[in-house]
């Protein structure tokens, strides 16, 4: 279950945005490193500190776990490149003028016994210092993670690695109970008794890890390479159109569907170019599916979601002062966009308590996209003229955006795509209208033309000049302009106030305020 919160006193949703705050603006720039059993990773977190744009992101694969269980060492070969890698992405980060560059290390460099030198040869070298943290701490930020996309929520967040698979509860944005065990897909190459023993093993481990963890009949948040690896092949096995990993869901039958695709496929070479999936990581996706399939047979959840914020963006919350924590991510970054590309920084504040007469019944979910679509009205206007409704479509559909599944994508994509056109047949998208039901398409356009009316009827962000009176009993929707506006009601602005209303089947009167 995922819980979005009311606006607190504060000034609400479009309050003082926090990332003007100074305890915000000094996680403007972050950098984090996670040395994983299967890659290392280098990310920057750039923008609005709730809801950051990733400035830098790249990623090596290492395979430091690669051969442990043999040997208990970390990989020769591994090892070499994931110094190199460090040396690399700290030099990146002085060059990006980072004041401090965290680096936590998980199960691989944990569990090596030469762990610890490899620790000590980064900080000799680099003079990075490496945080190795216990697979209940890699839980713990794993899951708040999630909380950083997904405020408020309730699940159980697995966390799958190389050498580990790691559990964590989390009600109410809180993280509560965490267990950690060996099953990253690295570690199960190793056990012995073929299929049969390794089934047997995962059941036996995922028992245990039910004992301690209880019942979890919420959602479960999926966090791992391995995971969205899994999710690509779904996404390609149902030929699901819109390709943003990010609150994709899953059903618990089709997770079982793809985990026999995956074992079944002639040609896994062929599926991983399809996909879009690394060789390292396509190899161990079937292990990994095996577990994922025990997994959701275990704790029987009531939806699947996959969760593209982890250990690293974990790192990133645990900076954070609580009422940025407390904040809504997609109104936050809707607020920085404004702020950094709109012509009228503060417009959409006003355009949203134009409209809001026309969207009184709707439930709080959709006025928040609603909200986010008036922030977001005018960030694309650098776009050429003919192809600014489909820019505005892509970047709402593909964006870096916390709090948003897949429907209100395509929701929020429509609106902004109808603020600039009044068509959405012919476009390159209309594949993706299928996402949403026929209600959805309908609301979106209203808005997208009642934006498209609204910004041309004001001067500047604290103008009054009109309002909105929407009887929809009666399908009647009425206009009254102050006297100073009118000169604004020309022939365009007439033409789409008339086209919002046969979007809204309605019947249009326009009267002047008496003041």
């Known amino acids: 279950m995922n819980v979005l919160v009311e606006p607190h006193h504060d000034g609400g949703l479009f309050g003082r945005p926090l990332f003007e705050d100074p305890s915000a603006r000094a996680l403007s720039r972050v950098g984090v490193v996670d040395v994983g059993s299967n890659s290392v990773r280098f990310v920057v977190f750039d923008g609005a500190a709730r809801s950051p744009a ?13 051969g442990m269980s043999g040997t ?25 003028g980072l004041s401090d560059l965290t680096v936590v290390a998980t199960a691989a460099v944990r569990d090596a016994s030469d762990g610890p030198a490899f620790c000590s040869d980064v900080e000799r070298e680099t003079g990075l210092y490496v945080r190795v943290i216990d697979g209940r701490e890699e839980a713990r930020l794993s899951a708040q993670g999630v909380l950083l996309g997904w405020p408020g929520s309730y699940g159980l967040v697995c966390d799958i690695g190389g050498s580990s698979m790691e559990l964590a509860e989390i009600s109410g944005g809180i993280v509560g109970r965490r267990e950690t065990s060996d099953l990253g897909p690295l570690k199960l190459q190793t056990v012995k008794g073929g299929k049969k023993g390794r089934a047997a093993h995962i059941k036996a481990t995922m028992e245990r890890l039910k004992d301690a963890m209880g019942a979890q009949r919420d959602r479960l948040f999926l966090v791992g ?15 699901y159109p819109l390709q943003v990993l990010h609150e994709y869901r899953m059903t618990p039958k089709a997770v079982r569907q793809t985990a026999k695709f995956i074992a079944k496929h002639p040609d896994p070479e062929q599926l991983r170019n399809a996909c879009g999936i690394s060789a390292a990581r396509m190899a161990l996706a079937p292990l990994a599916a095996e577990v994922l399939v025990r997994l959701i047979k275990t704790f029987k959840p009531k939806d699947i979601a996959i969760s593209s914020y982890g250990i690293r963006e974990g790192m990133l919350y645990e900076q954070m002062p609580q009422k940025l924590r407390d904040r809504d991510p997609l109104i936050e970054a809707c607020y920085f966009a404004e702020s950094k590309d709109a012509r009228m920084p503060g417009f959409g504040k006003r355009l949203y308590e134009f409209l809001e007469p026309l969207f009184k019944s709707a439930p709080f979910e959709r006025k928040r996209l609603i909200k986010a679509a008036c922030l977001l009205h005018d960030v694309s206007w650098r776009a050429h003229p003919d192809y600014r409704a489909e820019v505005c479509f892509d970047n709402a559909t593909r964006a870096n955006l916390g709090g948003l599944k897949h429907s209100e994508r395509i929701f929020l994509g429509l609106a902004l795509l109808h603020r600039y056109t009044n068509q959405r047949e012919g476009t390159h998208f209309e594949y993706l209208y299928d996402l949403v039901d026929d209600k959805t398409l309908t609301d979106a356009e209203v808005l997208g033309k009642a934006m498209r009316f609204g910004a041309m009827m004001w001067t500047d962000k604290d103008a009054n000049l009109g309002e909105f009176r929407w009887y929809p009993k009666k399908k009647k929707l009425e206009l009254r302009l102050s006297k100073d506006a009118m000169p604004l009601f020309g022939e365009v602005a007439e033409a789409r106030l008339n086209s919002l209303a046969a979007s809204l089947r309605a019947d249009v009167t326009v009267k002047q305020r008496k003041r």
Request: hydrophobic share 40%; glycine share 12%.
């Open 54 to 66: 990733y400035f830098y992101n790249e990623k090596i694969m290492c395979a430091l776990g690669a």
């Open 72 to 96: 208990g060492r970390l990989n020769p070969e591994g090892r070499v490149r994931a110094l190199a890698a460090l040396h690399r992405f700290n030099r990146l980060a002085q060059g990006m």
């Open 225 to 239: 390479g391995s995971w969205r690896a899994i999710c690509k092949v779904d996404m390609h096995r149902r030929g």
